[in-house]
């Protein structure tokens, strides 16, 4: 009616505006804004640097200009007295060059010409014959420096000083490689930092679909690329519809075995009346085990969605207690370890754990001996035996739920088939490894190997 008093008023319902953003919302398009920005980045710091490794190259005109007006100088200076050279010498320094008379006693020992500067020597000599040879000397030049200084020898054994500030610049190449390390270091970073940015989403993605069907899920959060985001809606979908089978499953066992209490309640009070003592004896034995099934396959259903948190025991302190509590039971079964050992479990778990592969070491082995070693990040358990073992062949298969080794299928003997199953499943949630093995000397070990997960430090 609402809607209807809305269309009547003329009012139509403005869509919602769509937010509009540089960053693409697919994972192709946010690849190719990748790749896009990579290149921008290239061309831009290309430009740049090259046009900057133009003004880093030696201007050969330059040089042949020099050589010119150091001839002309030269010749000036011959042609004049020697007693007004230093003050011709002085009128005729300008900015770009500045020359200087010294007698040979004043120059001192020339030192010998550089071999890195006998390129720029050739340059700057060019085509002019007065320049060529050892005339001329460069020993002055400073490598890395801008400034072109040397000596020339006039025709009567004077020399002329000179300097032209700014004439050399340093070769590029050295530089030219540097800037381009440091452009394709910048494009890499750019593009490493929005790729990582593209993966985060997967990454979490994996590690969350890691959790699926165990009681440690949660949702995932609905961000990231297109692809991403559907991909996370169908991961939570499947995860709720294995809850429920789950639960569906769980709950109608539960259901199956209330109703199947109360007539096998009926049935054993009825068998008491009997007056055949075997029958009543048989009838009460099949009546435990029907019991002892349901409650067993119970018991492994409602262990996979367990909702018992972790949390800091002491391992060798429940491992002890479980000794003790079947020593006094008159069972065969001791344990060897510390009494202190600290770790992340649960506890309970951990405890339905040991009590299968105790009443296993004790049902088909005649013995138990529990022991703990204490590593540096985990813990090592061993239940041993001194039975008959298994066969090779049959290691690998009595982990599975409802598998058992025995021919004769007797629940007495040979259970249901689910300790071990609830063992491996219980020891892979807690991040730990369990495996079974024919000790050399006889006898079957259980080994469980835990992560501590961190240090307990003690309160306060």
């Known amino acids: 009616m609402a809607g209807q008093g809305a269309a009547h ?3 139509v319902p403005m869509p919602a505006a ?10 192709v398009g946010r690849v190719m804004f990748v790749l896009l920005v990579a290149v921008a980045l290239v061309f831009v710091g290309s430009s740049a640097f090259y046009e900057e490794a133009e003004t880093y190259t030696i201007d050969d ?5 020099v050589g010119e007006r150091l001839v002309i100088d030269a010749r000036v200076l011959a042609a004049t007295p020697t007693s007004q050279r230093m003050v011709l010498a002085a009128m005729l320094s300008t900015g770009d060059l500045t020359v200087d008379w010294r007698t040979p006693a004043q120059q001192g020992v020339m030192k010998g010409q550089p071999a890195s500067l006998r390129m720029l020597h050739d340059r700057m000599a060019g085509t002019l ?3 060529q040879g050892d005339a001329l000397n460069l020993s002055g030049t400073i490598a890395g420096t801008t400034d072109v200084r040397g000596t020339l020898r006039l025709s009567d054994g004077s020399y002329m000083g000179f300097m032209a500030p700014d004439i050399l610049q340093p070769h590029h190449m050295r530089r030219g490689i540097v800037s381009a390390a440091i452009l394709a270091g910048a494009v890499l970073l750019a593009a490493g930092m929005l790729v990582r940015a593209l993966s985060m989403p997967l990454r979490a993605l994996a590690d969350v679909a890691d959790t699926v069907g165990s009681g440690r899920w949660v949702p995932l959060a609905d961000k990231g690329p297109r692809e991403v985001r559907y991909l996370a809606r169908a991961i939570n979908e499947m995860q709720d519809r294995i809850n429920r089978l789950i639960a569906d499953r769980t709950e109608a066992l539960a259901a199956v075995s209330h109703d199947l209490r109360t007539p096998l309640a009926r049935l054993r009070l009825r068998a008491g009346f009997l007056d055949d003592a075997n029958a009543q004896k048989e009838i009460e034995a099949d009546v435990t085990e029907m019991e002892a099934m349901i409650t067993g396959v119970l018991a492994y259903l409602s262990g996979e969605k367990d909702p018992e948190p972790a949390r800091p025991a002491n391992v060798a302190s429940i491992l002890a207690t479980r000794v003790d509590d079947d020593a006094d039971q008159g069972r065969d079964v001791t344990y060897s370890g510390p009494d202190q050992a600290q ?4 506890p309970l778990a951990l405890k339905r754990v040991l009590g299968n592969l105790i009443d296993n070491a004790v049902n088909y082995g005649g013995n ?3 022991s703990l ?3 540096d990040d985990s813990l090592l358990i061993r239940v041993e035996d001194d039975g008959p073992g298994l066969p090779d062949a049959e290691i690998g298969r009595v982990t599975t739920p409802f598998y058992r080794v025995e021919g004769s299928r007797s629940r007495s003997t040979g259970g249901l088939g689910l300790g071990l199953a609830i063992v491996s499943r219980e020891v892979a949630r807690d991040g730990g490894r369990f495996r079974l093995y ?4 006889g006898g079957l070990c259980a080994e469980i190997v835990l992560p501590r997960n961190t240090v307990i430090r003690p309160a306060g």
């Open 18 to 27: 769509r937010r509009i953003t540089l960053w693409p919302r697919g994972l």
């Open 368 to 370: 138990a001996h529990v």
């Open 373 to 375: 070693t204490v590593l």
């Open 438 to 441: 024919n000790r050399p000397q």
């Open 343 to 346: 770790a992340i479990v649960r």
């Open 61 to 65: 005109a330059q040089l042949e200009q």
């Open 9 to 11: 008023n003329g009012r």
């Open 129 to 131: 014959p007065s320049l």
